[in-house]
């Protein structure tokens, strides 16, 4: 069940426009499906919208996951400071802001075109916003509460003393919209009449009117593992955690799953539906007779193969100890069976499960093609802080040897990849996706792990610098930071790395809810020494109302989005 509340800021005002006004006006607009059209309009504060050609319709942008906007020719070096840059508006919305927010230009809607940006909560709304405005009225709400139907305490959930996601748990994952069918799919996990259950959303872009009725997730796998039942392993929304974002490719919607807090029985599920009708289509459990390695990857998505379409994810810690599944793995996947076709596991897995340093907590990126003599690359990392890059076409597999968690666990020259930096050159573990970005004389990687600076890495035929090439002054706490990098092309003097910093309230821990408000940074993209904007630095205009962990901003068309624990704040020229 969803509702919708339809509430059309006019050009010079606010309206509410009633509901089924809203609909009859769609159907003579929009028809079956959503419109672009192809002129700009202004901002409030005078900025010039750009062409509008600039979508973000995924996590980390795009299906490589580099978090990288190549398109963007407002913000650049010298125009972001905090004299010229700062927040433009905040909207309020319902709860936390655990998805990154999505961007589509010019969607005709009821009410005419916008462009607007979308955003899911913990308490089970998507809301599409004017990114134009500053008013505080939304396009359209959906809720998909209702009438003995919430978003899930987390007192529901957990059962320990970690309490990862609070206080309720609703959307976590990032949808994926399709800009063809202007379809926004979404997963929630609500309360219906007392019973934990997880559905997928298809939600028109243009009005938040669902699609198609919403289909309830379920699954099961034959299997000896956890939670087994008769030989039987059945999905359980309650102890899986729709953490990932959502992949589209060719008509088919990926779902990937881990866990909340570790409270079994949980396993890592890969579900795939059809995006017309989402009706099931395939179904993978990593670990069917044993338990754990969930899909999670810091909120990332899983990436696709540009030479063979094959999908990748990186798996956390299983319920064994010595190598017998596929827990603390990177695996490649057929698009269309969901069959492993390859993987790698670090010799050290054994001892990665024991220490809860599981490799999926930072997310896998695919590097563009690389001169030397592996010229298709992936780069991965977990808590334990290692940065592996490893060759597309053999990913490295298993190398056994004895005593993994002795003298030689130190050790980078035993698994079989292309690259393997060891630990110590980033912080006390990696739960981010780093970021990419191919510079007008060289190609760098971010990563701002936990409690290390941001740094920056030069990717030279395939082979990452030993020692960062730059870094930030400031720290990064608990848990680390998701960067993304902004540029018009490789242009000189554009290229921008945008994070928001944790507020300093959390341990090393990675179960810990940091409190606080944050901060929105930007640095120069070839030599982060250089900050060119911190949204502490007029606190009064700027600052973060709140910090939600793993948070990713968006930027698009001179502006960056940023989700926090009860807002979308919106930043511009």
């Known amino acids: 069940m969803s509702s919708v509340v339809y509430l059309a800021p006019r050009r010079g005002g606010a309206r509410i426009v009633a509901l089924s006004l809203i609909l009859a006006t769609a159907l003579a607009l929009v028809g079956a499906s959503t419109l672009f059209v192809g002129t700009a309009h202004a901002f409030t504060?005078?900025?010039?919208?750009?062409?509008?050609?600039?979508?973000?319709?995924?996590?980390?942008?795009?299906?490589?996951?580099?978090?990288?906007?190549?398109?963007?020719?407002?913000l650049t070096?010298?125009?972001?400071?905090?004299?010229?840059?700062?927040?433009?508006?905040?909207?309020?919305?319902?709860?936390?802001?655990?998805?990154?927010?999505?961007?589509?230009?010019?969607?005709?809607?009821?009410?005419?075109?916008?462009?607007?940006?979308?955003?899911?909560?913990?308490?089970?709304?998507?809301?599409?916003?004017?990114?134009?405005?500053?008013?505080?009225?939304?396009?359209?709400?959906?809720?998909?509460?209702?009438?003995?139907?919430?978003?899930?305490?987390?007192?529901?959930?957990?059962?320990?003393?970690?309490?990862?996601?609070?206080?309720?748990i609703g959307i976590t994952g990032t949808p994926v919209i399709d800009a063809a069918t202007g379809t926004l799919y979404v997963v929630a996990l609500t309360v219906d009449n007392?019973?934990?259950?997880?559905?997928?959303?298809?939600?028109?872009?243009?009005?938040?009117?669902?699609?198609?009725?919403?289909?309830?997730?379920?699954?099961?796998?034959?299997?000896?593992?956890?939670?087994?039942?008769?030989?039987?392993?059945?999905?359980?929304?309650?102890?899986?955690?729709?953490?990932?974002?959502?992949?589209?490719?060719?008509?088919?919607?990926?779902?990937?799953?881990?866990?909340?807090?570790?409270?079994?029985?949980?396993?890592?599920?890969?579900l795939t539906y059809d995006a017309q009708t989402l009706q099931p289509k395939a179904t993978l459990n990593i670990t069917p007779d044993s338990s754990g390695a969930g899909i999670w990857d810091d909120g990332n998505s899983f990436v696709v193969d540009p030479q063979d379409g094959g999908i990748y994810v990186a798996t956390g810690n299983s319920g064994e100890g010595p190598h017998s599944d596929n827990g603390n793995t990177v695996l490649k996947l057929n698009p269309v069976t969901l069959e492993v076709e390859d993987y790698f596991t670090p010799f050290n897995t054994e001892c990665l499960n024991d220490l809860d340093r599981d490799l999926g907590?930072?997310?896998?990126?695919?590097?563009?093609?690389?001169?030397?003599?592996?010229?298709?690359?992936?780069?991965?990392?977990?808590?334990?802080?290692?940065?592996?890059?490893?060759?597309?076409?053999?990913?490295?597999?298993?190398?056994?040897?004895?005593?993994?968690?002795?003298?030689?666990?130190?050790?980078?020259?035993?698994?079989?990849?292309?690259?393997?930096?060891?630990?110590?050159?980033?912080?006390?573990?990696?739960?981010?996706?780093?970021?990419?970005?191919?510079?007008?004389?060289?190609?760098?990687?971010?990563?701002?792990?936990?409690?290390?600076?941001?740094?920056?890495?030069?990717?030279?035929?395939?082979?990452?610098?030993?020692?960062?090439?730059s870094?930030?002054?400031?720290?990064?706490?608990?848990?680390?930071?998701?960067?993304?990098?902004?540029?018009?092309?490789?242009?000189?003097?554009?290229?921008?790395?945008?994070?928001?910093?944790?507020p300093g309230s959390c341990p090393v821990n990675d179960h810990c809810n940091p409190s606080g408000s944050g901060a929105l940074r930007a640095y120069d993209a070839t030599d982060l020494s250089n900050e060119l904007y911190s949204s502490t630095q007029i606190a009064d205009r700027d600052g973060l109302a709140s910090f939600v962990k793993f948070s990713v901003p968006a930027i698009a068309n001179g502006e960056v989005f940023v989700g926090t624990g009860n807002s979308l704040d919106i930043f511009g020229l």
Not at 47 to 71: C, D, E, H
Not at 84 to 109: E, H, K, M
């Open 45 to 74: 504060n005078g900025f010039v919208a750009a062409p509008a050609n600039t979508s973000i319709l995924m996590q980390k942008y795009n299906t490589a996951r580099t978090g990288w906007n190549a398109n963007e020719t407002h």
């Open 77 to 168: 070096t010298a125009s972001v400071n905090s004299t010229n840059f700062g927040r433009l508006t905040s909207y309020p919305v319902d709860g936390q802001v655990y998805a990154q927010p999505l961007f589509v230009p010019n969607v005709v809607t009821p009410a005419g075109p916008y462009n607007l940006v979308f955003v899911a909560t913990e308490h089970d709304s998507v809301y599409a916003f004017d990114a134009d405005h500053q008013s505080a009225t939304p396009i359209w709400h959906t809720s998909f509460a209702g009438p003995n139907i919430s978003s899930v305490p987390y007192q529901q959930i957990y059962s320990g003393g970690f309490h990862d996601i609070q206080p309720e």
């Open 194 to 270: 007392g019973t934990i259950v997880s559905h997928l959303h298809a939600l028109s872009i243009a009005t938040g009117q669902e699609k198609i009725a919403p289909m309830l997730i379920t699954a099961s796998v034959a299997g000896t593992g956890d939670g087994n039942v008769n030989g039987t392993i059945t999905f359980n929304p309650k102890t899986q955690n729709q953490r990932m974002g959502l992949l589209l490719l060719n008509n088919i919607i990926y779902i990937g799953f881990a866990s909340f807090a570790d409270e079994y029985p949980y396993h890592g599920w890969v």
């Open 361 to 469: 907590s930072g997310g896998v990126i695919l590097l563009p093609t690389q001169n030397g003599p592996h010229p298709y690359e992936l780069l991965a990392g977990g808590k334990e802080g290692r940065i592996y890059l490893l060759d597309r076409t053999n990913l490295g597999k298993f190398t056994a040897v004895s005593d993994p968690c002795g003298p030689v666990e130190s050790q980078t020259n035993i698994d079989k990849v292309v690259q393997e930096l060891p630990v110590g050159v980033v912080g006390s573990g990696i739960y981010s996706t780093p970021a990419f970005w191919q510079g007008p004389t060289s190609s760098y990687v971010y990563e701002a792990s936990n409690g290390d600076f941001l740094k920056a890495f030069r990717l030279t035929d395939g082979q990452l610098s030993t020692t960062p090439t």
């Open 471 to 502: 870094q930030t002054p400031e720290t990064f706490n608990y848990p680390g930071g998701n960067a993304v990098v902004s540029s018009n092309g490789s242009t000189a003097n554009t290229g921008i790395v945008w994070i928001i910093s944790p």
